[in-house]
């Protein structure tokens, strides 16, 4: 966590607006071929030749989607490059570039900056993506960051939300809830920590989730391996909002209903035991907690030989006609109206009914 208590604190005015642009990006290299000019011009220049341009944007306000008391700024930093580098993934792109824009008071020094700056560039290394510009303004509160993502992708190898089936399978990477409820504990352990600032706490368990809810790992490594399995999804999605809410937007703009069958969504033990801790129900957690940064996509059955057995991937249903309706088939095999429940919109679940 950036400790505001260090003896080096430099103020921002010291270094000026190019000063720091300088001094924040003097370390990023360009690794990507498609670009022809990074960081340094009035804009930067891109060559995609024979592939289509994929963008996507996301705008990061402190006190709305990040809390700087648990969440570090070098975290800070790695998700808001994965937030967006995911949404490429979902295209069923290649992530190549990001542009960075920052508002940022001058309650934050320099090294907080560097902090932030170093979850990006580290995120931008391993996933192989360049820094190409930005944009630095002062604010009179609070942090803001926004990034944009470029990617990029054959025509024919996009995938959009419009194209699932009925009978398509509907099929997750990786498994679902954990980064809620690493989310749960971290802010379980704030409260904790006001009434007891010399508390020890024992968050060894909960690895798992807090990693999930500070670290995220967009999946990178789908576009390829689906490639290499020779299976094209025929509609994909990231699970940024919860499960519901995503399987929701694949059938409404695919035009199909969904069977999602309960007994067959992925969670993680820690997932279980920690939902039994707080006493709630998983199941619910995978349908609306947020920010698990998974793929969620269908696609034909024909298909299904190809991706069996996979550890990657779960079938958790099949899209059925437009006119049969979207639901969830419970445990105890009952059929229930799948509804759009955001995680954002748990919390306001009581102003609302
Ligand atoms: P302009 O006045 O044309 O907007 P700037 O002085 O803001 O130019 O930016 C100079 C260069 O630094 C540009 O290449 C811009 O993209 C880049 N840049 C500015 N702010 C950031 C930032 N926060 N992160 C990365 N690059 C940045
Ligand atoms: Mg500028």
């Given at each position: 966590m950036?400790?505001?208590s260090?003896?080096?604190r430099?103020?921002?005015s010291?270094?000026?607006?190019?000063?720091l642009?300088d001094?924040l990006?003097r370390?990023?290299?360009?690794k990507?071929?498609s670009?022809?000019k990074?960081?340094?011009d009035?804009a930067a220049v891109?060559d995609?030749e024979?592939?289509q341009c994929?963008?996507?944007t996301?705008?990061?306000?402190?006190?709305?989607?990040f809390d700087l008391?648990?969440m570090?700024?070098?975290?800070l930093?790695?998700?808001?490059?994965m937030?967006?580098?995911?949404d490429v993934?979902?295209?069923?792109?290649k992530a190549?570039q990001?542009?960075v824009?920052?508002?940022?008071?001058?309650r934050f020094?320099?090294?907080?900056l560097e902090?932030l700056?170093?979850?990006i560039?580290?995120a931008?290394?391993?996933?192989?993506i360049?820094?190409i510009?930005g944009?630095?303004?002062?604010?009179?509160?609070g942090?803001?960051i926004?990034i944009t993502?470029l990617g990029?992708?054959?025509?024919?190898e996009?995938?959009?939300r419009?194209?699932?089936?009925?009978?398509?399978?509907?099929v997750?990477?990786g498994?679902?809830?954990?980064?809620?409820m690493?989310?749960?504990?971290?802010?379980?352990?704030?409260?904790v920590?006001?009434?007891?600032?010399?508390a020890?706490p024992?968050?060894?368990?909960?690895?798992?989730?807090?990693?999930?809810?500070?670290?995220p790992?967009?999946?990178k490594d789908?576009p390829?391996l689906?490639?290499?399995?020779e299976?094209?999804?025929?509609?994909?999605?990231?699970?940024?909002d919860g499960?519901?809410?995503?399987?929701?937007h694949?059938?409404k703009n695919?035009?199909t209903?969904v069977n999602?069958?309960?007994d067959?969504?992925?969670?993680d033990?820690?997932?279980?035991?920690v939902c039994?801790?707080f006493?709630i129900?998983?199941t619910?957690?995978?349908l609306?907690?947020?920010?698990?940064?998974?793929?969620l996509?269908?696609?034909?059955?024909?298909d299904?030989d190809k991706?069996?057995?996979?550890p990657?991937?779960?079938?958790?249903?099949?899209m059925?006609?437009?006119?049969e309706?979207m639901?969830?088939?419970?445990?105890?095999?009952?059929k229930?109206?799948l509804?759009?429940?955001g995680?954002n919109?748990m919390?306001k679940e009581e102003?609302?009914n």
């Open positions: 950036f400790d505001n260090q003896e080096t430099t103020n921002l010291e270094l000026g607006e190019f000063g642009i001094h990006t370390n990023f290299t360009l990507q071929n670009t022809k990074g960081i340094g009035d891109l995609f024979d592939k994929i963008i996507t996301d705008l990061l306000v402190e006190g709305v989607h008391s648990y570090p700024l070098k975290h930093g790695y998700k808001a490059v937030v967006n580098a995911s993934y979902a295209m069923n792109g190549t990001i542009t824009s920052i508002a940022v008071s001058n020094p320099v090294e907080a902090e700056y170093a979850g560039q580290l931008s290394k391993i996933y192989n360049d820094v510009g944009d630095t303004t002062s604010s009179t509160s942090l803001m926004s993502a990029q992708a054959k025509a024919e996009i995938t959009y419009n194209g699932a089936k009925a009978n398509d399978l509907l997750v990477t498994d679902l809830g954990a980064a809620y690493g989310l749960q504990i971290l802010e379980r352990e704030k409260q920590f006001k009434a007891n600032p010399n020890q024992d968050l060894d368990q909960y690895t798992y989730l807090i990693e999930r809810q500070l670290k790992e967009a999946r789908m390829p689906l490639k290499e399995l299976v094209k999804p025929t509609a994909m999605i990231d699970i940024s499960l519901s809410s995503e399987v929701i694949l059938c695919s035009k209903g999602l069958y309960e067959k969504i992925p969670l033990p820690a997932v279980i035991s039994e801790e006493n129900d998983s619910t957690i995978a609306s907690g947020g920010e698990d940064y998974e793929l996509f269908t696609i034909s059955q024909a299904f991706i069996k057995g996979n990657n991937m779960t079938v958790i249903g099949h059925t006609e437009e006119s309706g639901h969830l088939i419970t445990r105890a095999n009952t229930i109206p509804i759009a429940r995680w919109s919390e102003e609302e």
